[in-house]
C-alpha cells in the first residue's frame, strides 16, 4: 500500500504548482486553470485521508468542492467572455480600471 | 406640635423666578421681566413674613424643622432636604428676602438702560434662591450647596459687564480666592463626618455637648478653625480678602445685596450657627476674634485713603465684617448677628445710595470729582446721610446700637486690646464714611457734568453720558427711603434678647455647671452692679469716637480742604503704603501667583503637557506613518501581488506550524 505521505506531498506539489501559476501568469484563462489546480490538491489530500482513517466526511468534502469549482467555472468563464468582449484581451495586467 | 409652614417654597420661589427669566426672558419685554423678578421675589418675602408672624405670635415651638425628601443616604450617614427655622435663621430669612426684594425694586430702576437686562434679575434671584437654601438648611452639606450656589451667582453678577476685561478678572479672582476658603470649609465638615457620621446640626450640637472643652488643640479646635478659613473666604476676611474690593466691578445693586448686605455676611451666620463647636474650642475663639479684629483695623485704614466711592463702601464692608467676627470671637454671637442685621440696612442704604449719585453723574465713581451735590440730589442726600450716621455709630442710629453691643461684649470677655482696637477703628470707620460724604456732597462741585436744571424725571441710564446731573427716579428713592428708616430705627430691634435662646443651649457656659445657662447668655447686662455703669462708660467711647470721627473729617474735608493733600505729603511713605492697600495684592502676585504662574508655565506646560503628553502623542503619529509609508507598498492594486503576499504568509504559518511539530 501506498503511504499517506507519498499522496500529501503529491498534493502539496500539486497545490505549490497552482500558487505559481496563478502568480506568475498573465492569462487570464491560465489563471483560472491554475485555481482548479489548487482545488484539486487539495482534494487529493481530502481523498487521501479519507482512505487513511476510514472516514466518508473527507469524500463527501471533495464533492462539495467540486460543486463549487463548478459553480465558480460557470460564473468565472462568463465572467472571462465577458472581459474578452468588452476589452478585447485576456492580459489580466490590462483589466485593471478598478486600480486607482 | 408646630404647622407646617412649607419653608422649601421660600427659596423655591425664588428659583422659578431664576429660570423663568433665564430660559424666556431674552423674549420677554423689559416691564415682564421686571415683572417676574420682583413678584416671586416678593413672594418670597412675604412666605417668610408669614412666617414670621407665626413665630412672633408665639405659637411656633422653635427650633423648627421640616423634612422636605431625603437626599443622601449613605450606611449611617444621611443628608436631606430638610429646612430649620429657628430664630437665627429667622433673622436672616428677613434680612434677605426683605433687603433682597428692596434691592431687586431699586434694579429695576437703575439697570433699566442696561443691556442683558433679564440676565441680570435671573441671575439675582438665583442668588436669593441660593441665599434662602443657605440660611435655611437644616445641615452643613445642604448649607454648603447653598454657600457655592452664592458664590456662584457673585461671580455671574461680579462679571455681568463681561466686556470689561477688569470685570472678567474680578469675578474670577473672586471665585478663585471663595475655593481657597472653600477647601477649608471643606476640610472641616470631613473631619466632623468622621467624628459624629452626622452633619445635622442638631447631631453635631449633641455630640459635641458631650465633649469637654479643649485645653489646646484639639479636634474642635482644628474644625473650628477650617471653619474660619472657610468664613474668611466668604466673608472676605484677613487673609482672603482681597476679592471684595474688587467685585466693586460689578452693577451697583449687586454690590449693595451680595457684597454688603447677604453673601459676605453667610460666613458670620456659618460661625454663629456652629457656635457649639467655637464655644468648646477657645483656641479656635481666640482666632475669630484676632482675624476680625484685624480686619476690622486695616480694613478701616485702607479705606480712608480711596478716592473711588464703591471702594471706600468696599473697605468699609470688609471692616464691618471684622466686627462681625470680633463679636463673635468674644463668644457674643447675638451683637454678631444683631450687627450683620443693622449692617445689612445702612450698608445697603449706602451702596445704593453712592448708586443713585454715580447714577447722577453718568458713571462717574472718583469722589474727587463730586461734590456739592446735596442741592442737586436731595432725596440721594438724606438717605446717604440717614446711612453714614448710622455706620458712624452715632445714637440713636441702628449702628450704634449694634456696634456699642459689640465693643460692650468684647470688653467684658475678651482682651482689652481687642476692644481698644475695635475702638480706634469705630473712630476711623466715623471719620471715612464722613469724609466720603463731605466729599461727595459738600463744597464744590469739582466735575465736569454741567448743572442738572434741566428737569425730566424719567429713568436715564447712566454711563451713557447724556449730560445733567439728576435726581434718581421714584422706583430707585422708595427702597432707598424704605431702608434709611430702617436704619435709623433698625437699632430698637430687639434682635440680641430674641437670638438669645439660639445661643444658649448647650454653650459653654450650660456645660461649665453654672445652672442658670439661659440666664447667663442674656446676663451679660445684668451680669453685675458695676458693670452697668462701666457700660455706659464705654457707650460714652464708642459715641465719643464717632463724633470724633465727624469732627475730623468736617475740619480736614470741608473748612480746610487743602489739608489732606498737605498731609499725606507730610507722611507720604505711609500714605502711599495705605493707599496702595499695603501693597497685599502686589505681595500675594510675588508670593503666590507669580511663583504659580511660573510653576504651570514652566514645568506643567512646557515640562508636562509639551514635554510630555503631547510628546507621546506626536511620536506617536509620527510612527504610525512612518510604519504606514512602509506598509502601504504592499497595497499595490495589483492582484497577483495581493495573491503573493497571501501565500508568503500562509507560508509563513505553515513553516511555523512545521517548526512547531518538529522541535
Request: glycine letters at 12%.
Given at each position: 500500500?501506498?503511504?499517506?505521505?507519498?499522496y500529501?506531498?503529491?498534493?502539496?506539489?500539486?497545490?505549490?504548482c497552482?500558487?505559481t501559476?496563478?502568480?506568475?501568469?498573465?492569462?487570464?484563462?491560465?489563471?483560472?486553470?491554475?485555481?482548479?489546480?489548487m482545488l484539486?490538491?487539495?482534494n487529493l489530500?481530502?481523498?487521501?485521508?479519507?482512505?487513511?482513517?476510514?472516514?466518508?466526511?473527507?469524500?463527501?468534502?471533495?464533492?462539495?468542492?467540486?460543486v463549487?469549482?463548478?459553480?465558480e467555472a460557470?460564473?468565472g468563464l462568463?465572467?472571462i467572455?465577458?472581459?474578452?468582449?468588452?476589452?478585447?484581451t485576456?492580459?489580466v495586467?490590462?483589466?485593471?480600471?478598478?486600480?486607482? | 406640635?408646630?404647622?407646617?409652614?412649607?419653608?422649601?417654597?421660600?427659596?423655591?420661589?425664588?428659583?422659578?423666578?431664576?429660570a423663568i427669566?433665564?430660559?424666556?426672558?431674552?423674549r420677554?419685554?423689559k416691564?415682564?421681566?421686571?415683572?417676574?423678578?420682583?413678584?416671586?421675589?416678593?413672594?418670597?418675602?412675604?412666605?417668610?413674613?408669614?412666617?414670621a408672624?407665626?413665630?412672633?405670635?408665639?405659637?411656633?415651638?422653635l427650633?423648627?424643622?421640616?423634612?422636605?425628601?431625603?437626599?443622601?443616604?449613605?450606611?449611617?450617614?444621611?443628608?436631606?432636604?430638610?429646612?430649620?427655622l429657628?430664630?437665627?435663621s429667622?433673622?436672616?430669612l428677613l434680612?434677605?428676602t426683605?433687603?433682597?426684594?428692596?434691592?431687586?425694586?431699586?434694579?429695576?430702576?437703575?439697570?433699566w438702560?442696561?443691556?442683558?437686562?433679564?440676565?441680570?434679575?435671573?441671575?439675582?434671584?438665583?442668588f436669593?434662591?441660593f441665599?434662602?437654601t443657605?440660611?435655611?438648611?437644616?445641615?452643613?452639606?445642604?448649607?454648603?450647596?447653598?454657600?457655592?450656589?452664592?458664590?456662584l451667582?457673585?461671580?455671574l453678577l461680579?462679571?455681568f459687564?463681561?466686556?470689561?476685561?477688569?470685570?472678567?478678572a474680578a469675578?474670577?479672582?473672586?471665585?478663585?480666592?471663595?475655593?481657597i476658603?472653600?477647601?477649608g470649609?471643606?476640610?472641616?465638615?470631613?473631619?466632623?463626618?468622621?467624628?459624629?457620621?452626622s452633619l445635622?446640626?442638631?447631631?453635631v450640637?449633641?455630640g459635641?455637648?458631650?465633649?469637654?472643652?479643649?485645653a489646646?488643640?484639639?479636634?474642635l479646635?482644628?474644625?473650628?478653625?477650617?471653619l474660619m478659613?472657610?468664613?474668611?473666604?466668604?466673608?472676605?476676611?484677613i487673609?482672603?480678602?482681597v476679592?471684595?474690593?474688587d467685585?466693586?466691578?460689578g452693577?451697583?445693586?449687586?454690590?449693595?445685596l451680595?457684597?454688603?448686605?447677604?453673601m459676605?455676611t453667610a460666613?458670620?451666620?456659618m460661625?454663629a450657627?456652629?457656635?457649639?463647636?467655637?464655644?468648646?474650642?477657645?483656641?479656635?475663639?481666640?482666632?475669630?476674634?484676632i482675624?476680625?479684629?484685624?480686619?476690622?483695623?486695616?480694613?478701616?485704614?485702607?479705606?480712608?485713603?480711596q478716592?473711588?466711592?464703591?471702594r471706600?463702601l468696599?473697605?468699609?464692608?470688609v471692616?464691618?465684617?471684622?466686627y462681625?467676627?470680633?463679636?463673635?470671637?468674644?463668644?457674643?454671637?447675638?451683637?454678631?448677628?444683631?450687627?450683620?442685621?443693622?449692617?445689612?440696612?445702612?450698608?445697603?442704604?449706602?451702596?445704593?445710595?453712592?448708586?443713585?449719585?454715580?447714577?447722577?453723574?453718568?458713571?462717574e465713581?472718583?469722589?474727587?470729582?463730586?461734590?456739592?451735590l446735596r442741592?442737586?440730589?436731595?432725596?440721594?442726600?438724606a438717605?446717604?446721610?440717614?446711612?453714614?450716621?448710622?455706620?458712624?455709630?452715632?445714637?440713636?442710629?441702628?449702628?450704634f446700637?449694634?456696634?456699642?453691643?459689640?465693643?460692650?461684649?468684647?470688653?467684658?470677655?475678651g482682651?482689652?486690646?481687642?476692644?481698644?482696637?475695635?475702638?480706634?477703628?469705630?473712630?476711623?470707620?466715623?471719620?471715612?464714611?464722613?469724609?466720603?460724604w463731605?466729599?461727595?456732597?459738600?463744597?464744590?462741585?469739582?466735575?465736569?457734568l454741567?448743572?442738572?436744571?434741566?428737569?425730566?424725571g424719567?429713568?436715564h441710564?447712566?454711563?451713557?453720558?447724556h449730560?445733567?446731573?439728576?435726581?434718581?427716579?421714584?422706583?430707585?428713592?422708595v427702597?432707598?427711603?424704605?431702608?434709611?428708616?430702617l436704619?435709623?430705627?433698625?437699632?430698637?430691634?430687639?434682635a440680641?434678647?430674641?437670638?438669645?435662646p439660639?445661643?444658649?443651649?448647650g454653650?459653654?457656659?450650660?456645660?461649665?455647671?453654672?445652672?442658670?445657662g439661659?440666664?447667663?447668655?442674656?446676663?451679660?447686662v445684668?451680669?453685675?452692679?458695676?458693670?452697668?455703669?462701666?457700660?455706659?462708660w464705654?457707650?460714652?467711647?464708642?459715641v465719643?469716637?464717632?463724633?470724633?470721627?465727624?469732627?475730623?473729617a468736617?475740619?480736614?474735608y470741608?473748612?480746610?480742604?487743602?489739608l489732606?493733600?498737605r498731609?499725606?505729603d507730610?507722611?507720604?511713605?505711609l500714605?502711599?503704603?495705605?493707599?496702595?492697600?499695603?501693597?497685599?495684592?502686589e505681595?500675594?502676585?510675588?508670593?503666590?501667583?507669580?511663583?504659580?504662574?511660573?510653576?504651570?508655565?514652566?514645568?506643567?506646560?512646557?515640562g508636562?503637557?509639551?514635554?510630555?503628553?503631547?510628546?507621546?502623542?506626536?511620536?506617536?503619529?509620527?510612527?504610525?506613518?512612518?510604519?504606514?509609508?512602509?506598509?502601504?507598498?504592499?497595497q499595490?492594486?495589483?492582484?497577483?501581488?495581493?495573491?503573493?503576499?497571501?501565500?508568503?504568509?500562509?507560508?509563513v504559518v505553515?513553516?511555523?506550524?512545521?517548526?512547531l511539530?518538529?522541535?
Amino acid at each position: 500500500m501506498i503511504p499517506l505521505s507519498y499522496y500529501l506531498v503529491l498534493s502539496a506539489i500539486l497545490f505549490a504548482c497552482g500558487v505559481t501559476g496563478f502568480l506568475i501568469k498573465r492569462n487570464i484563462i491560465t489563471i483560472f486553470m491554475s485555481i482548479e489546480l489548487m482545488l484539486n490538491g487539495v482534494n487529493l489530500s481530502f481523498v487521501a485521508f479519507a482512505a487513511q482513517w476510514h472516514a466518508l466526511s473527507g469524500q463527501v468534502f471533495v464533492f462539495f468542492v467540486m460543486v463549487v469549482a463548478a459553480a465558480e467555472a460557470a460564473v468565472g468563464l462568463a465572467i472571462i467572455i465577458s472581459v474578452y468582449r468588452t476589452r478585447e484581451t485576456l492580459n489580466v495586467d490590462r483589466v485593471n480600471l478598478l486600480k486607482l | 406640635m408646630n404647622p407646617n409652614f412649607n419653608l422649601w417654597v421660600i427659596p423655591v420661589l425664588a428659583l422659578t423666578g431664576a429660570a423663568i427669566n433665564g430660559l424666556f426672558g431674552r423674549r420677554f419685554p423689559k416691564q415682564v421681566v421686571a415683572a417676574v423678578g420682583l413678584l416671586f421675589t416678593g413672594a418670597a418675602f412675604l412666605w417668610a413674613a408669614r412666617v414670621a408672624l407665626a413665630v412672633f405670635s408665639g405659637s411656633v415651638l422653635l427650633p423648627h424643622t421640616e423634612l422636605l425628601a431625603s437626599w443622601i443616604r449613605s450606611g449611617s450617614f444621611h443628608a436631606d432636604f430638610a429646612f430649620y427655622l429657628d430664630q437665627l435663621s429667622m433673622v436672616m430669612l428677613l434680612v434677605v428676602t426683605g433687603v433682597g426684594f428692596l434691592i431687586h425694586v431699586y434694579s429695576v430702576g437703575y439697570m433699566w438702560e442696561e443691556g442683558g437686562f433679564y440676565r441680570y434679575f435671573s441671575y439675582l434671584n438665583l442668588f436669593m434662591f441660593f441665599m434662602l437654601t443657605l440660611v435655611l438648611a437644616n445641615n452643613y452639606l445642604l448649607m454648603f450647596i447653598g454657600w457655592e450656589g452664592v458664590g456662584l451667582a457673585s461671580y455671574l453678577l461680579i462679571g455681568f459687564f463681561f466686556l470689561r476685561d477688569s470685570a472678567a478678572a474680578a469675578g474670577k479672582k473672586a471665585f478663585i480666592t471663595n475655593r481657597i476658603g472653600d477647601f477649608g470649609f471643606l476640610i472641616a465638615l470631613f473631619l466632623l463626618i468622621q467624628k459624629f457620621g452626622s452633619l445635622d446640626f442638631t447631631t453635631v450640637a449633641e455630640g459635641v455637648g458631650k465633649l469637654p472643652t479643649e485645653a489646646g488643640f484639639g479636634l474642635l479646635t482644628a474644625v473650628g478653625i477650617f471653619l474660619m478659613v472657610g468664613a474668611c473666604g466668604k466673608s472676605a476676611q484677613i487673609p482672603l480678602y482681597v476679592w471684595l474690593p474688587d467685585a466693586m466691578e460689578g452693577p451697583t445693586p449687586v454690590s449693595a445685596l451680595i457684597h454688603a448686605a447677604t453673601m459676605v455676611t453667610a460666613g458670620v451666620y456659618m460661625v454663629a450657627r456652629s457656635h457649639v463647636i467655637f464655644d468648646k474650642a477657645p483656641l479656635a475663639l481666640a482666632v475669630v476674634a484676632i482675624i476680625g479684629t484685624l480686619t476690622a483695623f486695616f480694613a478701616a485704614t485702607i479705606g480712608i485713603t480711596q478716592t473711588d466711592i464703591k471702594r471706600v463702601l468696599a473697605y468699609s464692608t470688609v471692616s464691618q465684617l471684622g466686627y462681625m467676627f470680633m463679636a463673635c470671637g468674644a463668644a457674643a454671637y447675638a451683637a454678631g448677628v444683631f450687627h450683620l442685621m443693622t449692617h445689612a440696612f445702612f450698608k445697603g442704604l449706602l451702596f445704593l445710595g453712592s448708586g443713585s449719585v454715580i447714577h447722577a453723574l453718568s458713571g462717574e465713581q472718583d469722589m474727587r470729582n463730586m461734590g456739592g451735590l446735596r442741592k442737586k440730589i436731595p432725596w440721594t442726600f438724606a438717605v446717604m446721610t440717614a446711612g453714614t450716621v448710622a455706620i458712624a455709630g452715632i445714637p440713636p442710629f441702628a449702628g450704634f446700637w449694634s456696634k456699642d453691643e459689640i465693643l460692650w461684649q468684647v470688653y467684658s470677655h475678651g482682651p482689652k486690646i481687642l476692644w481698644a482696637l475695635g475702638l480706634l477703628t469705630a473712630f476711623i470707620t466715623s471719620f471715612y464714611m464722613f469724609r466720603l460724604w463731605f466729599m461727595t456732597f459738600f463744597g464744590e462741585y469739582r466735575g465736569k457734568l454741567e448743572s442738572g436744571d434741566h428737569g425730566h424725571g424719567d429713568a436715564h441710564g447712566h454711563g451713557h453720558g447724556h449730560g445733567g446731573i439728576h435726581e434718581s427716579p421714584m422706583i430707585m428713592i422708595v427702597p432707598l427711603v424704605i431702608l434709611a428708616l430702617l436704619s435709623i430705627g433698625g437699632g430698637f430691634i430687639k434682635a440680641p434678647e430674641f437670638l438669645a435662646p439660639v445661643f444658649a443651649t448647650g454653650s459653654v457656659h450650660v456645660e461649665a455647671g453654672h445652672g442658670e445657662g439661659a440666664a447667663k447668655v442674656e446676663g451679660a447686662v445684668t451680669e453685675a452692679p458695676e458693670s452697668k455703669s462701666t457700660e455706659y462708660w464705654l457707650m460714652g467711647f464708642s459715641v465719643g469716637a464717632g463724633g470724633l470721627g465727624l469732627l475730623l473729617a468736617y475740619l480736614l474735608y470741608h473748612r480746610r480742604p487743602e489739608l489732606p493733600g498737605r498731609i499725606a505729603d507730610g507722611i507720604s511713605g505711609l500714605y502711599r503704603t495705605v493707599a496702595s492697600k499695603y501693597y497685599v495684592d502686589e505681595i500675594y502676585n510675588w508670593m503666590l501667583i507669580a511663583p504659580l504662574i511660573d510653576v504651570s508655565r514652566r514645568w506643567l506646560w512646557r515640562g508636562v503637557d509639551q514635554g510630555g503628553i503631547d510628546t507621546v502623542v506626536n511620536d506617536g503619529a509620527i510612527g504610525a506613518r512612518e510604519v504606514g509609508e512602509i506598509a502601504r507598498h504592499m497595497q499595490s492594486g495589483n492582484l497577483r501581488s495581493y495573491a503573493g503576499w497571501l501565500a508568503a504568509g500562509a507560508a509563513v504559518v505553515v513553516a511555523y506550524m512545521v517548526w512547531l511539530g518538529v522541535r
